[in-house]
């Protein structure tokens, strides 16, 4: 049970920054997925 204890909070540190930077790389795509959208004319196809 003491081994339990002392892990609890390295493990709760390591899993909020895996969540931080799950959200940061999803927000980071979801932006550049946007700035592709606004490239692409209204036709779909690029200008080429």
């Known amino acids: 049970m003491e081994v339990?204890?002392?892990?609890?909070?390295?493990?709760?540190?390591?899993?909020?920054?895996?969540?931080?930077v799950v959200k940061l790389v999803r927000s980071e795509a979801v932006a550049r997925d946007n700035d592709k959208d606004e490239d692409v004319p209204v036709g779909g196809k690029s200008a080429d």
Do not use: M, N, Q, W
Request: aromatic share 12%; proline share 12%.
């Open 4 to 20: 339990l204890a002392a892990l609890a909070p390295p493990l709760l540190v390591g899993g909020a920054f895996i969540y931080g």
